[in-house]
């Protein structure tokens, strides 16, 4: 019963988009107020029906209705209450609609904010928005649809998946379900898929009106890139978020003992977060300068082309990764669509070239129009490279039958420079003037900072026998560190100096006065840290592996591991648990006890390697056993990584996420706006207290 309700609620989510979309493109084309009403009104229903379905799903998920094949798929028995729950993203299906959930909710939110400098071009918005998600919607109800049940075919064996029943056909329900997929066990993979998905439906909002924009000439303004600039950096602070939760659950679950690998589901997330940061830089120049237009409209364009296009292929299983799906019929669907949202974008992007001229000309390479513009064409290059790198399988598989695997090495040596050029530009942008930079006055700013930067990453360089691009490296991150805090000192000297104020409160109150500016440096300070994660990630590393019997010891960097034994029980959750116990050392003074485990899921059959890890400062212990004396259980194998500089990279991601909230939040004056009441003729503003 649930589940049919669940099932009308989508079919008329899936109505009510057809007409969303027809309502709103013929209002605006004809200007029938009346029916962008009424489209403004089915929209924010659209996110109704869908909810239903949502809660429809869930309800399901935790009853444990075997009878649906997604919750046979993806539950079982075995399976934790809060596991059942978050299931509702684990799988294909349920996956699929999570997508089109969030993006009814962006839908809905786009049509309840005030419209008083958007008129023109909200029924654009809502249909262009609405045909992204409708085209989910539509993917839900015919393709992957959760609420599909399990028949049995007379005559044959087969077991057919499918809403209606075939003719003669007998439902069929299994004794248990198979389980999540042990690995996604985790709370990094339980928090990435949807933090991940509000980043990709969010970018859809500012591509839409950037869309609106072409088709009604309004690009001549720079209006849409104002109104979209806080559902632009949501977008972004939600697939940043969920970027670094998919690197943690790396590092804590798949025991190679790093947090990044170049996997192809990795790539598509990483793609349209570069050339969403590089539309965050672009629309700075627009808005300051009247400039890049172009350019910020390919960006969006291309970002939302990639967020379909990372669905397209973690979803289709196109691509070969631990955590994508496998192979199923979406594929054509989305190879249609975005075909047509590739060519209809460029085009109209085409058509309306004459409104996007720039009001100024760049009149030096010495500016902060021309740094900003460098760091877009590298962010375009490294998303061009990562583009290669992630299709390259795919496309030998069709041309040769053979699929060639494109390795780290390949994305590392030919995104690295990028990314160090990226970051030293980071660095050096705020000492850049707009229009031009006298470069006497430029190299007494850099002057300091490039001579302590020097002078520390030469010491540590020949102290520690770095690596030239290691010592490289640090001199850049502290270079970049130096030339940021340095922004924040002047701002600050001069409000101690001017208002008398305390160095913290002069510190407070500068950020509070002019939040974008200063919220954008703690984010670049952020990047640093991670930077800093990634270094010593990349050449200090160090490894060792060896067999061990009760009370021997294994040493590396400083640190030591006793072998005191192994133990063996069963988990609640179906699984076998072996699980060593090591005693910790730095040097001869004892630590901590440290538990590294191997879990064995019996319904999948699958093993999954959970590592230990002793965190400090410096770096990170990280324990994995990886082989083991069956019948005595008093021989075992340990790996040991030393991961210097790592908690860097974890902090560093929650400075991004401050910094982001700071640059987004909202002034007074912001806060105090109107909303419009959802009934006909209410195209005049009304006061609310909500904003």
């Excluded at 009510?16 to 489209?39: D, F, H, N, P, Q």
């Excluded at 509000?198 to 500012?206: N, Y």
């Excluded at 300091?448 to 360089?461: D, N, Q, R, S």
């Excluded at 160090?542 to 040493?555: F, H, I, M, N, Y």
Aim: glycine fraction near 8%; charged fraction near 15%; avoid cysteine.
């Amino acid at each position: 019963m649930i589940a049919d309700i669940g099932m009308l609620s989508l079919t008329m989510a899936l109505l009510l988009a057809v007409y969303t979309a027809t309502a709103a493109l013929y209002g605006g084309w004809k200007g029938r107020w009346t029916w962008v009403e009424s489209a403004r009104n089915a929209s924010v229903m659209i996110f109704f029906m869908l909810t239903i379905s949502v809660v429809a799903v869930v309800y399901s998920l935790v009853r444990l209705d075997l009878s649906l094949a997604y919750v046979s798929e993806v539950s079982s028995r075995a399976t934790s209450l809060f596991l059942r729950v978050t299931a509702l993203w684990g799988g294909q299906r349920g996956s699929i609609l999570f997508w089109a959930w969030l993006m009814s909710a962006f839908l809905a939110a786009v049509a309840i904010r005030k419209w008083d400098t958007d008129r023109v071009l909200m029924p654009y918005v809502i249909g262009v928005a609405t045909l992204t998600t409708g085209f989910f919607i539509w993917l839900v109800v015919f393709v992957a649809n959760p609420f599909a049940r399990m028949w049995v075919v007379p005559g044959s064996d087969e077991i057919v998946k499918a809403v209606l029943p075939p003719r003669g056909a007998t439902p069929f329900i299994p004794v248990d379900g198979q389980g999540l997929n042990p690995l996604l066990r985790h709370f990094g993979m339980i928090g990435h898929p949807p933090t991940a998905y509000v980043g990709f439906t969010g970018f859809v909002i500012p591509y839409a009106f950037a869309v609106a924009a072409l088709i009604t000439g309004q690009s001549r303004s720079d209006a849409w890139i104002r109104t979209t600039r806080r559902w632009t950096l949501v977008a972004w602070l939600f697939l940043s978020i969920g970027l670094l939760l998919g690197g943690r659950w790396a590092y804590d679950v798949l025991g190679w003992g790093g947090f990044w690998g170049w996997d192809p589901v990795e790539n598509a997330m990483l793609m349209p977060w570069l050339t969403g940061t590089a539309f965050l830089h672009s629309v700075m120049i627009t808005e300051k300068r009247g400039m890049l237009k172009v350019w910020s409209v390919v960006l969006i364009i291309l970002t939302y082309l990639l967020v379909i296009f990372g669905t397209f292929i973690t979803r289709t299983g196109l691509v070969s990764s631990v955590h994508a799906f496998a192979k199923s019929s979406l594929g054509l669907p989305f190879f249609v669509f975005i075909g047509i949202m590739f060519l209809g974008s460029f085009t109209l992007l085409l058509k309306r070239l004459d409104t996007l001229r720039s009001e100024h000309e760049m009149e030096s390479f010495l500016s902060r129009e021309a740094v900003f513009l460098f760091q877009n064409m590298l962010f375009l290059a490294i998303t061009v490279a990562v583009f290669w790198g992630t299709v390259f399988p795919m496309i030998s598989e069709l041309v040769t039958g053979e699929r060639i695997t494109v390795g780290p090495p390949y994305f590392d040596k030919v995104t690295g420079p990028m990314f160090a050029a990226l970051v030293l530009l980071m660095g050096v942008a705020p000492l850049f003037a707009w229009r031009k930079q006298a470069a006497r006055t430029l190299g007494k700013a850099l002057w300091g900072p490039f001579a302590v930067a020097t002078l520390i990453a030469v010491v540590l360089g020949f102290w520690q026998r770095m690596h030239p691009a290691a010592a490289f490296g640090i001199w850049l991150v502290i270079f970049v560190a130096l030339t940021t805090l340095l922004e924040f000192w002047k701002g600050m000297k001069a409000r101690m100096t001017v208002r008398k104020e305390h160095p913290l409160e002069a510190l407070v109150n500068l950020i509070a006065r002019n939040r974008r500016r200063y919220g954008g440096y703690i984010v670049h300070l952020a990047v640093v840290m991670m930077a800093l994660g990634v270094i010593g990630d990349g050449y200090f590393q160090k490894e060792t592996q060896a067999p061990l019997r009760v009370g021997q010891t294994l040493s590396l960097q400083g640190y030591t591991i006793r072998f005191d034994g192994l133990r063996q029980y069963m988990g609640s959750d179906g699984r076998e648990v072996l699980e060593a116990q090591v005693s910790l050392f730095k040097g001869d003074e004892f630590v901590r006890v440290l538990r590294p485990r191997r879990d064995y899921f019996i319904v999948q059959q699958q093993p999954v390697t959970i590592p230990a890890t002793h965190t400090t400062l410096a770096g990170d212990v990280y324990v994995l056993l990886v082989g083991w004396e069956e019948i005595t259980a008093s021989s075992a194998t340990f790996k040991i990584y030393w991961n210097p500089l790592i908690i860097w990279m974890w902090s560093g991601g929650i400075m991004l996420i401050v910094g982001t909230l700071i640059a987004w939040w909202p002034t007074r004056a912001a806060r105090r706006e109107v909303s419009y009441v959802l009934r006909p003729g209410a195209m005049r503003p009304q006061p609310s207290s909500g904003g």
